[in-house]
């Protein structure tokens, strides 16, 4: 990437317009400017520094690459490309996320995936390698969830209320989960051989760019998610 944008003056209007002639770019001194390759495609984009809020919002292809944490709403509503943090990230990370992929190497904030979902051949993918905070899941429609728990596997991989309101997808949890609460209209139960054959090539992936062994990250146990009616809003606000 011979192109260098130095964002340090630069609000996101310049940013993005500096994106547009350029194929692939670094960006040096990024200091929370939001919307950063907002309906971008077909670009490699590095990232120095920590973008602002909504990273990657309607991304359409390409790759956006951060070399540090973000903030919140990584890949708002974004429907093809690959965003991947080498940090961690905000609140509401993938919200309303329709399509491409989302590699997070550290932890996740609240309501990550939060309204995520799936539409013909487009199934949305997000992996956090740490933990992730309350509501992760929140209304979940199609997708898939990854959560390792590789940075302090002995604390709680999520937080409260995981999966609340979940009504498609699935979600994988590297843990046990004993104790974690789950809501009543999903069934949590252990990973099978053929479960994580569905997350191999994922895994396979995010073990690349990150540097782990994918055969040791799949030796961990697992926990899938996935709802188990439906009219799971039903269960939560109807009395019987």
Do not use: W
């Amino acid at each position: 990437m011979s192109n260098v944008i130095q964002a340090k003056d630069m609000d996101h209007e310049f940013i993005n317009k500096a994106l547009r002639y350029t194929e692939s770019c670094v960006i040096e001194g990024c200091i929370g400017q939001r919307f950063i390759a907002a309906g971008m495609k077909d670009k490699d984009i590095e990232i120095h520094g920590i973008p602002g809020n909504a990273l990657g919002a309607y991304l359409n292809g390409g790759t956006v690459t951060v070399k540090g944490n973000a903030q919140d709403a990584v890949g708002d509503t974004m429907n093809d490309g690959t965003i991947i943090i080498h940090g961690n990230i905000g609140d509401a990370a993938g919200y309303a996320m329709r399509g491409g992929k989302i590699y997070v190497k550290g932890n996740a904030g609240y309501r990550a995936g939060i309204h995520m979902k799936a539409y013909k051949e487009k199934v949305p993918v997000m992996v956090i390698g740490g933990r992730a905070g309350s509501f992760i899941g929140e209304y979940q429609a199609g997708g898939v969830i990854v959560v390792l728990n590789l940075i302090a596997p002995k604390e709680k991989i999520v937080g409260f209320f995981p999966c609340t309101g979940m009504h498609g997808g699935k979600m994988f949890l590297r843990s046990d989960c004993k104790d974690v609460v789950f809501p009543e209209q999903v069934t949590a139960r252990p990973a099978k051989a053929e479960d994580l054959d569905e997350i191999r090539k994922i895994i396979t992936e995010y073990c690349g760019i990150f540097g782990y062994n994918t055969e040791d990250v799949l030796s961990g146990p697992f926990t899938v998610v996935t709802p188990d009616s439906s009219n799971p809003y039903r269960q939560m606000y109807v009395a019987n």
